[in-house]
């Protein structure tokens, strides 16, 4: 593990958050979580952000990496940092069930532009992913979360996949409005089927919606009458989305 900590900030410009990873599971949102990575940059200052009140990113306090190696590998000297953390209240956003909250470390005035420069975060399996994708471009470029430098953090309750919630509404455009939201952790939507009497309509899509994101598609069935809309779609990982009970919606308009 310290040999690839080495490999990937040999050519990281600022630090890494190796912990917590992007998709961890915490035992309750009261619960202390531990951020912690390593830098390449002595006595360098990270700072942790939330998502929290008014959608917005939140200050969720500071650590500084060690002003002494923490341990050198392959001539590259490491800087260690950690930050033990009680997000706050307004950090945590309720799923159909459990709750998720979205963090990320930013290295304040780190970029080369005087900007703050934000730390990479990884998937779940990152290790054994190292050992797949042998190479540092290639260990970057698949083992980083698709989400980085974002990490979600769920409950235990939380749905175990994406759980795709619809509602209709009418467009001016003469088309009705098939609104997307993802209350579980991430998946992609792929297919959106409306119908009226005397009129229906497939969309074949792929569009990727995180936890708590959303997304309207817009149906070539007219918002007239009594217009049903069903969605399908998928798990990050290509499984079929499970959740089904909220992806079918009737509105009369």
């Known amino acids: 593990m310290r040999h690839l900590l080495a490999l990937v900030l040999s050519v990281f410009t600022t630090a890494c958050m190796l912990t917590p990873v992007d998709g961890q599971t915490v035992s309750s949102p009261t619960t202390s979580v531990s951020f912690g990575g390593y830098s390449n940059t002595a006595s360098q200052r990270v700072r942790l ?10 200050d969720g306090g500071v650590a500084t990496t060690s002003p002494t190696v923490s341990l050198v590998e392959d001539g590259v000297s490491l800087y260690g940092w950690s930050l033990i953390s009680t997000l706050p209240a307004d950090a945590w956003r309720p799923g159909t069930t459990g709750q998720w909250a979205k963090v990320r470390m930013m290295a304040p005035g780190a970029a080369t532009d005087g900007s703050d420069q934000p730390l990479y975060s990884f998937r779940p399996d990152w290790s054994s992913c190292r050992t797949a994708n042998p190479g540092i471009s290639n260990f970057i470029s698949n083992c980083q979360s698709p989400r980085s430098p974002v990490a979600y953090l769920y409950t235990p309750d939380f749905p175990a996949g994406a759980d795709f919630t619809v509602s209709l509404w009418w467009s001016s455009g003469g088309r009705t409005e098939v609104r997307v939201v993802n209350n579980g952790r991430p998946g992609v939507v792929t297919r959106i089927d409306c119908s009226r009497f005397g009129s229906s309509s497939t969309m074949t899509v792929s569009h990727a919606l995180a936890t708590g994101e959303s ?6 069935v007219a918002p007239i009458g009594t217009v049903t809309c069903s969605v399908t779609g998928t798990n990050e990982d290509g499984t079929p989305e499970a959740n089904t009970s909220n992806n079918r919606r009737y509105s009369t308009f």
């Open 49 to 58: 952000d939330y998502y929290g009140a008014g959608l917005a990113w939140r």
């Open 215 to 220: 997304k309207s598609f817009f149906s070539a």
